[in-house]
Each structure stands twice: as C-alpha cells, then as structure tokens.
C-alpha cells in the first residue's frame, strides 16, 4: 500500500537525487570516521579483477574512457572468446511498426557473462525473438558490450544487437568534459566504439547522455553521434545508432517523453530516438507527426517495472481481456454436471476495489471415469463457465481454490488468471503507428512473477503477441536447423501458448548419445524457437505437446514431446514454425529424429514383449502411482510403432496456390488425399539408442515455403489383435490405458539445399596449440590443470563452425617402454565453444595419467557433426608425469 502511495511521487529525477544527498553524507562520514590500521583495512577484499590473466572466460563491460581511448579491451584474455559466431545478414529493419527490447536485468552481466556457458538451468534468457526486431543489452557501465550469447541468439533469429553507450552522475558529466572537448576528441571515441561493434560482431549502439551539458558542447555531442553513425554504416551496411530521449538542444538534462523540436536535431543525425518511458496518451501521434515518413524509426519507451510509465507497465503492458491457465484434478462418478462457483477461500487473493471486467474461463478437465466394469478410461470435456458473481481481479497472476457442488465433486488445483487494462501502452502505440520500445523485461524474473519463470515468460510475451500482432517469421534462410534446447514446463499448463528453446537444460546429447546429465545454460546454443499451434484434429485436446528439456534429446538439451490419445486415421496438426523461404530449382533435403514410447501395463508387457519381435525394447520406469495402482514401462518402438509422427511443408505460390508435402515414413491409411504430394522418406545414419532419423526430399521450385506442421497419427502396424489376447490372459489389464494412447517424442527438424556438400577437413588439415599452461598440485600424486587451447585451418582458411564440442581423453603413462594407451570409459565432453579457442579451468589428473588428448569436433549450421575419429585433436604432456 505505501508503495503504491509514494509511486505516485517518484520520477527519473528521484534516484538522482537521493544519490548526491547520499554521496554526501557518506563523504561526512569518512572525514569523520577514525583511522582503520593496515591489517584491518586489507583484509576481506576479493582480488581485483585482472583482465589479462588467464581464467574462465568472462564477458565484462568498458568502464572509463581511458580504457577505451586505449583499446586495452583488445588487450584483454577475454576479447578472442567474446566474438559473435553467428553473422546477421545485411538487412534493413521491416517498414512497419517495429519493437525493441532494451535488457536492463539486475545490472547486467549476471549468468550470461560466462561465455563457455554456466551450470544455472534457471538463468534469465528471452526465447520470443520472433516478436522483437531489435535487441539492446544495456548497464549503467559507460560502454555496455553485449556478451555473445545473446548476440548469436538474437542474430540466429534475424535480430540486430545493440551495446549501450551511456554517461550519467557527476562521473559521467566529467566523462563527457573530456569526450566533448574537441571535435578530435569525439570522433576519436566514435571511431572506438565503431571498432568495437565490428570486431565483436554487433549491430550498432544506444547512446544515453544522462547528464546536464553546456549549451556549447552541443554541436561537438551531434558531430559525435553524427560521426560514430556514419562510421557504424561505411564499416557494416544497415547497422544502428539510436539516441535516448535525454539530453536537449540546449543542453539540459530534460526528458521530452516525445519527439520534438528540441530533441529532433540528433534524431536527425541517427537511425532512430529512444523516446523516454513517461510519455502521455497524445505523445505518440504527436511524435509520428514531427518524424514524418521516419515515424516508425520512434521506439516509444515502456518500462515492464512500472516506474510512472504510460499503461502502469508490468502486466498491463499489453491489451488482453483476459487469459486463463487451468491445472485440473478431478474425482466423479458419471458426466459432470453444471458447476457453480464460489468465491476463493478468504486471503488467498487480494481483491482490490476496482472492477477491471468480466471474465470468460475455457476449462480444459481430464477425468478418470469410474465404469460398472471398474475400467480406467480417459475422457476429455470442455465447457465454458461464467463467472458469477463478477470478481474484481488485480492487475497480476494469482492462484486460487475453487470447488463445485453437489455429488460431481471437482477440484481445481490451480487457476491462474491474468487481466490488462484495456487503454495500454502497446495498444495506443499501435494506434499511432509508431514503434515500441519494451524496458527491463527481467522484471518477470527479478520479481519472481507467480507460478514459475517460465510460464510467467510465456504469458506475458504472449499477451504482447496478442496485442502487438506483429511477428518475424523464419526460415527465411536455409540452411534452416532447429534441436528444441529449452526449459521444461508442464504438460498442463500451457500447451498452446508459444514455447521454446533458450539453450538451457539437464542434459546435453549429440546425435542421440548423452553426453553430461549436469544442467547447463548458454544461449549462444539457443535454437530458433518453434511456435507451437493447433491447426487440425479431432479436437484441439487429443494431444498435448510441449518443448521438454526433461527427456532424453537427440541434440542438444531439448525435444518437442507430444502425449495424449489418437485413433486409427485420424491424424493430429500442429504448427512448429512459419516461414518465408522462397525456393529456386535445387531440392530441399528435410531430416528429422523422432523417438516413440508407448505406455502398458507392466504384466501385459511381459507376456506381449515375448511375442513380438526384436525392434521393441523394454526399460523399467518406476511409476510416481506404483504403489496405488500399477507399475509401468516403457516401450520404446525403434524401427515399427503404433504412434507415428511425420513433417507437413506447406508452400505458396505468387499466385497464391496453396500446396502441401507431407514427409512421413508410412501412408496414413487412405487419408494421403488431404495432401498435394507425399514422400515417404529414408531412414539415414546410424542408429541411436532410441531415436530415428528420417530423410526426405522435396523439390518446389519457385515456391515460398511458409508452414512447418508436425503431423502425429497412427497405423495397425502394431497387431492389436496380439494385445487383445494379452489382455485375454491378464485379469489385471483392465488398469492399462489402450493402445489409442499416442506418445512420439521430435528430436530436430533440418532443411538444407541439396547442392551443399558438407565438408568436414579431416585432423590434418588443422594446427592445434596450448597456451597459459598452468598445474596446480592438489594431494600427493592428484593434480589439475588450466590451459587455454586453439585451433585453425592450415591454409588460412577463416571460415568457422558456428559451434565445437569439446572432449578430453585422459592416457595413461608410458610403462616399459610400451606408448601410452587410452583408457576405458575416459573420454569426457566439456564443453561447447563458439570461437575457434576454448579454455579449460582445474581439470583433474591422477597421478596414472601421462598425457591429456584434447579432441575439438566441428559442428555445422545443419546440426551435422564431425566423426570424432576424423576430428582435430591436440595432444599435451601431462608436467611431472
């Protein structure tokens, strides 16, 4: 409540100058405070960070001018790992209304500044690229440099990257004293930041000047931000420098909240103005008026925190009438009834004086219906209820009780319900015509927005999408890959909703074989997101399907896994991606992995697996209701399967003409009429534990694919007949879900041109090094070692993997003269890396080992990898050993 009473009275100015008045009384305090003696004045202090000293890499940012006049950066251990590996191609920003997304999270530089990638699995990552045109990674250090996994992130989904030039407090204005000295002196600092970009492969820059100037360092600040854009732009064709809406033509510190007359002169000079977040209703006509034909070049500012911005920000960022998550357990005897609600429990929720609006809830419900026979079936109902009376909902998330009356008990675990205001910010910008500019999304995870990261993530950029409208879509570029990397998420919660993949996990596989069960985060190996859609079936509830990072993968630390029920012929869509990749005269080739589990009942299998033939493979799973009902097992179906899954591509002519391909290893039972054209692809590669790759190609020339649909459906290759005579012989099967229970589990989806030929150079086409050796003695015959290690092609080749995984395999000394030997079971991974280098920090050594084989393996853009027999590898001596 004082929160909300004081917010009212507390702007930009606020914080500033709570700072001096601070600043103040802490310096009183020093010049009164006693002498410290030595010891106590030493001691507790970190070592100081040292950035040319060898150690896991780090991104950092550029904190005094010194230090870039100096391009110490360069200098640094750091800089070699902190290059982008993924490039943008040269493309201008679409003419329409576009939306940046300005970080701001914690300070910057939290588990994203780990460029080799970190062991949170909950770190902060944005997986919506889809709907962001530009990205700013922004501090409030002087020069912010955008650590590379967002960089490639963003860039493997066509997203430009922008660093934050910013110069604030009584620190920055003497920053500016000197920057703005000469005109020398800026375009210097214009030509440093400019090389900065380049070398580290981002798109451009914010520059922030949050400090009061005098009136004649004015045109020396235009010849800067004048000189840095034309400069950016000669060096790297489309690349962008936005200014802040701060600093005006008189040189006050006085935000505008609009483009106008005194803050238009270095608007003029740039690509484009970062309008100040505290902007009234009319601001954004008045705007689009002054910009003219440059209106969609004014990003007007929204901060997600609130902080007196247009709209309240937070979840009333976008307009949205109402939006419900639904977890439901329930317990009947027969068909559900009508239910009548109740209001929750007493101080579950909040309820403020305020009716925001009604309230329409879609329920999904799956009940266990209890029959004469005392069988188990699922069975799917949906309703639509009316909330009656009409709640006064608060403007956030909230969970809440609720049961129904009479003899159909229901209990709802959880309901989530999410309200906007109708007059928002988006929703005005859209209006207007002009650009967005979305500030510190982190608040969702700074605040620990109810009920978990991720499905907070997912609502919220969801009611953007919703309000917004706008979207990019991809592939626009072949070739076009994508292994689903990304947190998990419940199967109930929000099955349609846009999910993703945002190189996190609990495990990392390479082409089916797990390599580390350890969790990890590195966005750099972030894949493009997949925007998940019920397009066809019987209804939009026979499957669930959901971006898992819990299941096993075929690459990577994600899947696409989708579970429910599905009869024979009757196939189930839906949407993965949507694209705008126009094709010429070469075939495409289409491969995907696919892994299948079917669930029975333990005893039943036992009698059906000794009937059937080898391609079935049993693992015992231990049930979370083992102990109530029954055990249960997986079947993994390898090469044959009652649950198939295959890729629908849906192509557009210039005319129009809608054309379907469907790639799928087995026809589907006369139902190949609902498709222009089906191929029914090979089976490729060797086979994985559990996982099958299939290959398909398709020839469209001319065409613009547009849609990428996963279709799921069934065959009798199974013989239902033999699971009727198990049944027959198990009076305990009734407890076993039927064979119409469908379960496939999508690996990767890749599209390539069938003219590239993917080559691999072979070891000896490569020079390996090792630098910064250093041991460190941990007991008596135990050791660990630190060293950096770096490889390139013979002849000068520069061309680079987008990514190489990293393994060490440990040989033991030489004994009797006989040459070391490789162990058993000693090839470890460590990692991924992006840049042709990678640094490995406290490796263990027993005092048997005598040499460390260091083996680095190429990946393509496709997905494929290199042998690890025909990979480079370096070899060290192990000192003393």
Not at 441 to 460: H, M, S
Not at 601 to 621: E, Q, T
Not at 718 to 729: K, W
């Amino acid at each position: 409540m004082l929160i909300s009473l004081f917010r009212a009275y507390i702007n930009r100015h606020t914080p500033r100058t709570l700072y001096n008045f601070l600043s103040l009384i802490l310096e009183k305090m020093k010049s009164n405070a006693p002498p410290q003696d030595q010891e106590s004045s030493t001691i507790d202090h970190p070592p100081q960070f040292d950035p040319l000293q060898p150690c896991s890499p780090i991104s950092y940012p550029i904190k005094t001018l010194e230090e870039l006049e100096t391009r110490s950066y360069f200098e640094s251990f750091h800089c070699p790992f902190n290059k982008s590996s993924v490039p943008l191609k040269p493309t201008s920003l679409p003419n329409r209304p576009r939306l940046l997304v300005c970080h701001d999270m914690q300070g910057g530089y939290v588990d994203d500044k780990w460029v080799q990638g970190g062991t949170n699995a909950d770190a902060y990552a944005i997986w919506h690229w889809y709907l962001i045109d530009v990205f700013v990674y922004f501090s409030h250090n002087l020069v912010t440099l955008p650590p590379p996994c967002w960089t490639n992130a963003a860039h493997r989904h066509g997203v430009k990257v922008l660093g934050t030039f910013i110069t604030e407090w009584d620190e920055g204005r003497l920053i500016c004293n000197k920057l703005l000295a000469t005109k020398e002196s800026a375009q210097m600092c214009a030509e440093r930041l400019a090389e900065l970009a380049i070398d580290l492969g981002f798109d451009g820059w914010l520059i922030n000047m949050e400090v009061g100037l005098l009136e004649e360092q004015i045109p020396i600040l235009e010849e800067f931000v004048s000189h840095l854009t034309h400069t950016m732009h000669s060096s790297m064709p489309e690349s962008l420098v936005i200014w802040y809406d701060s600093v005006i033509t008189t040189g006050n510190l006085r935000w505008q909240d609009q483009l106008n007359e005194k803050n238009k002169p270095f608007f003029d000079i740039c690509d484009g103005i970062f309008v100040n977040y505290t902007w009234k209703s009319n601001y954004p006509d008045l705007s689009a008026a002054v910009a003219g034909d440059r209106k969609f070049d004014v990003y007007m500012g929204i901060d997600v925190f609130g902080r007196k911005t247009f709209g309240g920000g937070q979840w009333n960022v976008a307009l949205w009438k109402g939006c419900g998550i639904v977890e439901v357990n329930c317990s009947v005897r027969g068909i559900p009834g009508p239910i009548s609600w109740v209001t929750p429990k007493p101080g579950l929720v909040h309820l403020p004086s305020e009716t925001i609006g009604y309230f329409v809830l879609e329920l999904e419900m799956i009940l266990w219906t209890c029959s004469i026979l005392d069988a188990f079936c699922l069975e799917w109902y949906q309703f639509l209820s009316h909330m009656d009376p009409v709640f006064m909902l608060d403007r956030s998330i909230f969970s809440v009780h609720y049961i129904g009356v009479g003899s159909h008990f229901l209990s709802v675990k959880q309901i989530i319900f999410l309200m906007g205001e109708t007059n928002v910010a988006l929703d005005v910008l859209k209006k207007a015509n002009v650009s967005a500019a979305i500030f510190a999304p982190g608040w969702l995870y700074e605040t620990k927005q109810p009920p978990d990261f991720q499905t907070a993530q997912n609502c919220w950029w969801e009611l953007v999408a919703k309000s917004w409208g706008r979207v990019n879509n991809y592939p626009k570029l072949l070739p076009f890959y994508s292994n689903f990397d990304q947190d998990s998420i419940s199967l109930d919660a929000v099955s349609a909703l846009s999910l993703s993949n945002h190189g996190q996990g609990y495990h990392i596989s390479v082409e089916g074989n797990q390599l580390t069960d350890a969790p990890w985060n590195n966005m750099s190996c972030q894949g493009f997101q997949p925007r998940l859609e019920f397009i066809d079936g019987p209804t939009p509830d026979a499957i669930q399907f959901v971006v898992d990072f819990k299941e096993e993968s075929y690459n990577g630390g994600g899947n696409i896994t989708f579970k429910g029920t599905l009869e024979d012929n009757v196939p189930f869509t839906i949407r993965l991606f949507q694209g705008e990749l126009l094709l010429d005269n070469v075939p495409l080739i289409v491969t995907y992995s696919v892994s299948f589990l079917i669930w029975f009942n333990f005893d039943d299998i036992r009698v059906f697996h000794n009937k059937m033939a080898s391609p079935y493979h049993i693992l015992p799973v231990k049930n979370s209701a083992a102990n109530k009902f029954f055990e249960m097992i997986i079947l993994e179906v390898k090469s044959k399967g009652d649950s198939l899954l295959g890729l629908s591509l849906q192509f557009s002519s210039l005319l129009s003409e809608r054309i379907s391909v469907l790639v799928a290893p087995s026809e589907m039972n006369g139902l190949s009429h609902k498709f222009s054209k089906v191929i029914m692809p090979s089976q490729v590669g060797k086979m994985a534990s559990k996982w099958i790759v299939h290959e398909g190609t398709v020839a469209m020339d001319g065409l613009i694919l547009t849609e990428i649909h996963a279709v799921c459906y069934r065959t009798k290759s199974t013989p239902r007949e033999l699971i009727s005579e198990v049944r027959a012989d198990n009076q305990d099967s009734a407890l076993a879900p039927s064979l119409a229970e469908y379960s496939a589990v999508l690996g990767h989806i890749s599209i390539k041109n069938s003219s590239e030929n993917l080559f691999f150079p072979p070891s000896t086409a490569w020079l390996t090094e090792s630098q910064y050796i250093k041991y460190s003695l941990i007991s008596q015959g135990f050791k660990t070692a630190s060293l950096k290690i770096l490889w390139k092609l013979k002849d000068g080749n520069n061309f680079l993997f987008p990514k190489y995984n990293i393994y060490v395999e440990k040989l033991a000394k030489q004994v009797d003269g006989n040459a070391a030997g490789r162990l058993e079971d000693t090839r470890v991974y460590l990692g991924a890396a992006h840049v042709q280098a990678f640094y490995i920090s406290d490796l263990s050594i027993p005092s048997h080992i005598g040499r460390l084989k260091f083996i680095i393996q190429a990946c393509a853009a496709d997905g494929t990898c290199q042998e690890l027999d025909d990979s480079p590898y370096m070899l060290l001596d192990v000192e003393g050993q």
